[in-house]
């Protein structure tokens, strides 16, 4: 529970600074759509390389103490940006921002992906549910604040500041302590462990799995550390492929959705944080879902209803409309992000090592981060050349790009003959 609590205090503040610092850019600062998403890409470049040069460094019983450094870090950087009158200063928070986002995610995923592995699935569905839980009442808070604050937007990064130094406070205390227990038990002797039965939903089942379901390999010769596993084993680059579709829909909802909201449907900043709302509470809905059925056996199957509804999203907004349509869309595309993610990690984690968890989450968050640091900058480009309808057309590129990638991953997977 105290992995949970600190989970959700941190996400709904990152979340703040990552949906708020274009409006507090364009507003208090006077910087154009371009700059803004050289700052974004700036932002993703610096979570990849903490993710690449640090996070996969660290071993796995370090990760209730990694994710305590990244909370407060995390609160610095939301106090350096919210301050920010120049664009130094912003940068500045931004990039310490970044290196909270590097460090943190994976190695809380790894903390709660080292439950047991009858359990690991549903866990990390709770987490994911927990996320979403704490996205879905972040917007709808901050919105308040805003209307509160006559659209002050530096008022929401100062009252976000202290959430995850509350994370640090409350929810990981008793995650710190048992820790501890756990680092003085390792150096008692122990009985040998009892086989595993491995696999992707890592319970032993009288019913024979199906492969082309499953997507990984029992071998455990084949379970390789870090990047290996997400290129070398079938789950490993479902997970990877689905993970980098949905990346760049996401990347352009939170760096440029109050920005498109406010220009093409009207919306005001209050408003259109009730689209984010809208988005994270779809989301939510889907990742309860998710945790109920947990182990999903047909997750490829589930993969491609979530193609289906995230090319419907952005078709949406592409055609644009009165601001129903935009809430429409965002309610669309929140429920890929609410699947995709628990899914993928639930791959990820059968398809590596416990020892190689850590190694395995990074390598994921790194990955999908390089393409979300490149994301934002390419799509300020085209917004200041075309306008944001036809940024959100180019957005469907590369997402029927690894669309083509996801069909051909999972047509070579034969089916179980048993």
């Not at 590596?352 to 968890?357: F, M, Q, R, W």
């Amino acid at each position: 529970m105290g992995l949970f609590a600190t989970a959700a205090l941190f996400r709904s503040a990152q979340n703040a600074g990552q949906t708020t610092f274009p409006l507090l850019a364009k507003n208090q600062l006077g910087v154009g759509a371009g700059t803004i998403g050289t700052l974004g890409t700036a932002t993703g470049a610096i979570m990849v390389l903490a993710a690449w040069v640090l996070a996969t460094k660290f071993a796995s019983r370090t990760a209730v103490a990694v994710v305590a450094v990244g909370a407060a870090l995390l609160a610095i950087g939301l106090l350096f940006a919210g301050s920010a009158t120049s664009i130094t200063q912003l940068t500045a928070g931004l990039v310490i921002f970044g290196v909270a986002g590097g460090i943190t995610p994976p190695s809380l995923a790894t903390a709660i992906g080292a439950a047991s592995p009858s359990q690991r699935e549903k866990q990390l569905a709770r987490y994911a549910t927990v996320l979403s839980a704490s996205l879905a009442g972040g917007p709808l808070l901050e919105a308040g604040i805003l209307y509160l604050f006559h659209q002050d937007v530096r008022v929401a990064f100062v009252f976000f500041a202290p959430f995850p130094l509350l994370a640090v406070a409350l929810g990981l205390r008793g995650a710190w302590r048992r820790g501890m227990q756990g680092r003085q038990l390792s150096h008692e002797p122990q009985p040998a462990p009892a086989p595993e039965v491995e696999g992707v939903n890592e319970h032993i089942s009288t019913a024979a799995p199906d492969p082309r379901e499953v997507g990984v390999t029992s071998d455990p010769d084949a379970r390789r550390p870090g990047r290996a596993v997400l290129l070398g084993t079938p789950g490993g680059r479902i997970a990877l492929i689905m993970q980098l579709l949905y990346s760049v829909p996401f990347a352009a909802v939170t760096v440029f959705g109050a920005l498109l909201a406010h220009t093409e449907f009207g919306l005001s900043a209050a408003h259109s944080q009730l689209g984010f709302t809208t988005f994270f509470v779809t989301s939510l809905v889907s990742r309860v879902v998710v945790a109920r059925r947990s182990p999903i056996r047909a997750k490829f199957a589930v993969f491609a209803v979530c193609i289906i509804l995230t090319i419907a999203g952005l078709a949406l907004i592409v055609l644009g409309g009165p601001p129903a349509v935009f809430f429409l869309a965002m309610a669309l595309l929140g429920i890929p992000h609410g699947v995709i993610f628990p899914l993928a990690l639930s791959l990820v984690a059968s398809s590596a090592h416990d020892a190689h968890l850590a190694a395995a989450n990074a390598g994921l968050f790194a990955t999908v981060g390089l393409v979300s640091a490149i994301t934002p900058v390419l799509l300020g480009a085209i917004v200041a050349a075309s306008g944001y309808q036809l940024m959100t057309a180019a957005v469907l590129a590369p997402v029927v790009l690894f669309s083509a990638l996801f069909l051909t991953q999972w047509s070579r997977i034969p089916r179980y003959q048993g």
